[in-house]
């Protein structure tokens, strides 16, 4: 580990999108830039930096069939395509993908109304999840 390294715990979980977008965007600009080892039992690595202003995307990820490659990175096509928008790939974070932009002016990364779709179905998922563990948790209390 060259680089000057913090960890930190999120203030909220990843399907808390805009939430978690923001967090990242504050940590940047006092000069903390999400790794990419990215989040680890659910806490963040960030490289520490020149304090900058940067947007963080966070993109869901659909559902994975058996077959289906299960690596968390985005396939080369997505790669390729989020850095001609000027994105960069970061981490994951549970069914979600980071990217990062130091660019203001850059087209925001995914405006495809089925895309969106997708993050608030993952979004909706995950409260759905959340909200019955706590209620089975106050059941056999």
Same mark, same amino acid.
């Given at each position: 580990? !060259? ?11 990843? %399907?808390? =999108? ?6 990242? &965007? *504050?940590? +940047? /600009? #006092?000069? %903390?830039? @999400? ?12 490289? =520490? !930096?020149?304090?900058?202003? $940067?947007r963080? /995307?966070?993109?869901? $990820?659909?559902? /994975?069939?058996?077959? #289906? #490659? ?5 396939? &080369? &096509? ?5 850095? +001609?928008?000027?994105?960069?790939? $970061?981490?994951?974070?549970? /069914?979600?993908? =980071? %990217? %990062?932009?130091? #660019?203001?002016?850059?087209? &925001?990364?995914n ?6 779709? @997708?993050?608030?179905? $993952? ?6 999840? *959340?909200l ?7 059941? @056999?209390?």
């Amino acid at each position: 580990m !060259g680089a000057k390294q913090i960890r930190r715990i999120p203030p909220c979980p990843s %399907y808390h =999108v805009e939430a978690m977008e923001s967090w990242l &965007e *504050s940590m +940047a /600009r #006092d000069g %903390y830039f @999400l790794s990419n080892d990215g989040f680890s039992l659910g806490i963040a690595t960030f490289d =520490v !930096g020149t304090p900058r202003k $940067v947007r963080y /995307r966070l993109q869901a $990820v659909p559902k /994975r069939g058996l077959l #289906d #490659d299960m690596t968390d990175r985005p396939n &080369e &096509e997505a790669l390729e395509i989020s850095e +001609a928008l000027g994105w960069r790939y $970061v981490a994951s974070q549970g /069914r979600f993908q =980071v %990217y %990062y932009c130091a #660019d203001p002016d850059a087209r &925001e990364l995914n405006t495809d109304p089925e895309m969106q779709s @997708l993050s608030i179905d $993952v979004i909706h998922s995950q409260e759905r999840s *959340s909200l019955l563990s706590a209620l089975l948790w106050w059941l @056999l209390k």
